[in-house]
């Protein structure tokens, strides 16, 4: 291992490798703050450029720089704008957003990269030492396990249902996961639910969804209410720097985060939006009885910890990659093209055949995320200025960009649309005080659900993988404690209050 | 700053979209408008893009624009062309085998004769594959294993019940003398999920395209157990079906149509540019690159190759109960 290292070590070094690194994250950094424009469309657009670079372990590098660097960029629409490119931000929104409200833009662009930074980092470490044993890991998980995987990631829902209307929050997942199902799906070859229109066989599009349920409402509740609008100190950034206290608050998040979030990258399928959410509940439920209040309402905990965890699930997506040739993700399934257009085959013979290639890219991640701390955190106060451009600019900026993002990619105007019938449907649901992230969560996950189950179902005929499998069933119970116990603790503490009240 | 951004982005997705080659003297057509059913990134955008690529690099084609029109798993971009036909004589579609499945079950309101078919260019033949370390090591052991445990012996795919990968296993079984109704499918909704369970163990086999599975043969994670090929594929050697008994063929074709009522004078010029790409530095080098095989059907060829093909596919569906 040291040897190939070294390998490693020299490669990435290299001044054309550490100009790929910086030229990557920089592209993917500003592409990837477009609203609407993922790693995936940013990823597939460098594709050409990569290959005509011919060397494999640049293109490469180049590549996986693009990959961080969007993911890194998406996390500042979702602060900024609430406007999330990618399903792997939008639990950043969740805090990063109210911080941004309060006034704390700079603050959480801060506490995003060096959150981002030690997921990054943490999680390429974790690569370095385990990914060939890793690979043998991600195996033993079966679809019944991922059935119940995406089940405890939806139990994410109840941090929502914690600050407000519990059944309200319940309503708007089982929400997503109906709007889920509209489309093709995986497992039968008829469309439902398309009230034959043409445009609804493929479904819901993420990004248009994702657009309508937070940057639209956004937006349209800036011109509605401006009293709101009001509220924010006018773009002015104060408190870039993050006190010791509170360093010492998220410290701990970071570390669990990296390391959770990496091992979750890691399973084929699950990556950076199931890590964030489960880091996100994870979180809250272990945050104590006062720092839950604040969870949702803009956090730094909130924050932090999916935005380690996507970063880390990213680092842990490769090992399915590089190990083994199975792409994890939309994302590093483009990557695999590349790479095999650049006639390198990834498995288990990368290493051994190619280990130029396979340490390059790991010493490149550290270098990466290293870039990206030093590009992004003298750039934070102009980009935190974005908030001070006067609300009659910013808001036709953030409609133009939304529509553009769900545009694009499809190139179907039927998108605008469906984007613009969901965003009013949401702006009314949010006036209504329905929490509209559950309902979000409920649609990514709703798709990976069902296929899992009815995988499992048809493998094991019938419901009793459940049972059969003692993981499957290890998962599902820890789903109904993350829901039951937070619940039962915030009941329990009500009751006690209204005894206390009666004892007055 | 904004405006940086927005104009990066543009630069970035200029470079991307506007891949138009030298022009060299002489061209065989002007240009071609590629319409693409689906978005960026997939396999019907890189056939289009990289034949446009060929074409105009070789100075057969003058410029190539193209045009993503998602919607309806491609259905949207056929309505339009049949609905557009008279100001469509620049445009080319491309699609692929799941024009014939779709339009059987009806998925697609249209089929290919509502469109002027100009050739089909590429291919892939269909394989089945078993993780390097399972016990079966061809279709006799395979088929032994599924006689013995039908319902473990569970063939995974990346497309829906009644889509490709479940035809191809289905037809196997069936040209192999077995009850394609009691193979068990597993679907996958990506290729790479569907491959990480073959190696867990999840599924006996996979069913999938021949190029992906040598990609993964020479990784050495699968053992290729029959090709749907009429004989072995120089890229890699693999049984085929036939010369293990089972008497089945398929190709996973992918071409070009034209609008309906396309004047002859056109259709035969791009038909000549096509069939002069073939033998173009170019064009060699697009196909190496993506791992293409050429399978040229060309103009009634390629009405006689898609008839049979409906032939087949839609009698197994039959049997299978999907129509």
Not at chain 1, 299 to 310: F, H, M, R, S, V
Not at chain 2, 130 to 148: E, I
Request: hydrophobic share 50%.
């Amino acid at each position: 291992m040291i040897e190939g290292l070294l390998i490693g070590l020299g490669a990435a070094f290299s001044i054309q490798n550490l100009l790929m690194v910086i030229a990557g994250c920089l592209i993917g950094t500003f592409i990837g703050m477009l609203p609407g424009l993922g790693p995936m469309s940013i990823i597939a657009i460098m594709i050409p450029v990569a290959i005509t670079i011919g060397d494999p372990s640049a293109a490469i590098i180049l590549l996986a720089g693009v990959y961080y660097g969007a993911i890194f960029g998406g996390s500042t629409s979702s602060i900024l704008l609430n406007a999330p490119g990618v399903a792997g931000t939008v639990a950043s929104s969740f805090d990063g957003y109210p911080m941004a409200r309060k006034g704390q833009a700079g603050k959480a662009l801060t506490i995003a990269a060096i959150a981002s930074f030690a997921g990054g980092s943490i999680g390429a470490l974790l690569l370095m030492i385990f990914a060939p044993m890793l690979s043998t890991v991600a195996l033993l998980f079966h679809s019944a396990e991922y059935f119940a995987l995406m089940v405890v990631g939806l139990s994410a829902i109840a941090a929502f249902a914690g600050t407000g209307n519990v059944a309200k929050a319940v309503l708007m997942t089982l929400l997503g996961l109906v709007m889920a199902t509209v489309g093709e799906g995986a497992l039968f070859n008829m469309p439902r639910f398309t009230m034959g229109l043409m445009d609804l066989q493929s479904g819901f599009s993420f990004i248009t969804l994702a657009m309508a349920m937070f940057a639209l409402p956004e937006a349209l509740f800036l011109v509605l209410n401006p009293a709101r609008s009001a509220q924010g100190n006018g773009g002015k950034i104060d408190n870039l720097r993050i006190t010791r206290e509170e360093g010492r608050k998220i410290a701990p998040v970071i570390g669990r985060q990296s390391i959770q979030g990496f091992f979750i990258g890691v399973l084929p399928g699950a990556g950076a939006t199931i890590a964030s959410f489960l880091g996100y509940a994870v979180e809250r439920n272990i945050a104590s009885k006062e720092e839950q209040e604040e969870f949702g309402k803009g956090a730094i905990k909130g924050l932090a910890a999916p935005e380690t965890a996507n970063n880390a699930a990213c680092t842990g997506s490769f090992v399915p990659l590089l190990t083994l040739g199975i792409p994890g993700s939309g994302t590093t399934a483009i990557l695999l093209g590349a790479l095999i257009a650049l006639n390198v085959t990834p498995g288990p013979r990368l290493m051994i055949d190619e280990p130029q290639i396979f340490w390059a890219v790991i010493i490149s991640m550290y270098i990466g995320n290293l870039v990206l701390l030093i590009l992004n955190l003298p750039l934070i106060p102009y980009i935190a200025k974005v908030l001070a451009i006067p609300r009659n600019y910013l808001i036709p900026f953030i409609l133009f960009f939304t529509l553009m993002g769900s545009y694009i990619g499809q190139n179907n105007a039927t998108e605008l649309l469906i984007l613009v019938g969901m965003g009013i449907c949401a702006t009314v649901l949010k006036f209504a005080d329905y929490p509209l992230a559950p309902l979000l969560i409920g649609f990514i996950l709703g798709g990976m659900l069902e296929d899992n189950f009815s995988r499992s179902m048809q493998l094991y005929d019938g419901i009793g993988f459940i049972f059969e499998r003692p993981m499957t069933l290890g998962l599902l119970v820890i789903a109904v404690l993350l829901v039951v116990v937070p619940s039962y603790r915030a009941r329990r503490a009500k009751a006690r209050q209204e005894g206390v009240a009666e004892g007055d | 700053m904004t405006f940086d951004m927005g104009r990066r982005a543009l630069m970035a997705a200029a470079a991307a979209f506007a891949l138009t080659g030298p022009v060299a003297a002489e061209p065989v057509v002007d240009s071609i408008h590629f319409l693409i059913p689906g978005g960026a990134g997939g396999g019907w955008d890189g056939t289009a893009r990289g034949t446009g690529e060929a074409l105009t690099g070789a100075g057969l084609v003058g410029t190539a624009s193209y045009e993503n029109m998602s919607g309806g798993g491609g259905g949207k971009a056929i309505g339009y062309l049949i609905e557009n036909a008279d100001s469509q004589h620049g445009t080319l579609m491309v699609n692929s085998t799941p024009i014939v499945i779709r339009s059987l079950t009806g998925v697609f309101p249209h089929n290919f004769r509502d469109l002027t078919l100009v050739s089909g260019t590429i291919g892939d033949y269909a394989a089945i594959v078993v993780g390097k370390d399972s016990p079966l090591n061809s279709m006799d052991d395979l088929l032994a294993a599924f006689d013995a445990d039908p319902s473990g012996t569970a063939i995974g795919g990346g497309s829906v019940p009644g889509g490709m990968d479940h035809l191809v296993a289905a037809m196997v079984m069936e040209a192999a003398g077995k009850d394609a109704l009691a193979v068990k499918y597993i679907p996958y909704d990506a290729g790479g999920k569907a491959m990480a369970a073959l190696l867990s163990g999840e599924i006996a086999a996979l069913s999938t395209g021949f190029s992906e599975a040598v990609a993964l043969a020479e990784a050495g994670e699968v053992k290729i157990l029959g090709v749907t090929a009429d004989e072995r594929v120089a890229a890699y050697d693999a049984p085929t079906m036939q010369e293990q008994g089972i008497d089945t063929t398929f190709v996973n074709w992918r071409g070009f149509f034209a609008a309906p009522g396309l004047p002859e004078d056109k259709l035969v010029m791009y038909q000549e540019a096509i069939t002069k790409m073939y033998d173009t530095p170019e064009w060699e080098a697009v196909r190496t690159r993506n791992g293409w095989v050429n399978i040229h059907n060309s103009g009634d060829d390629f009405q006689t190759f898609l008839e049979g093909q409906e032939q087949v596919i839609g009698d197994l569906m039959k049997k299978l109960g999907f129509l």
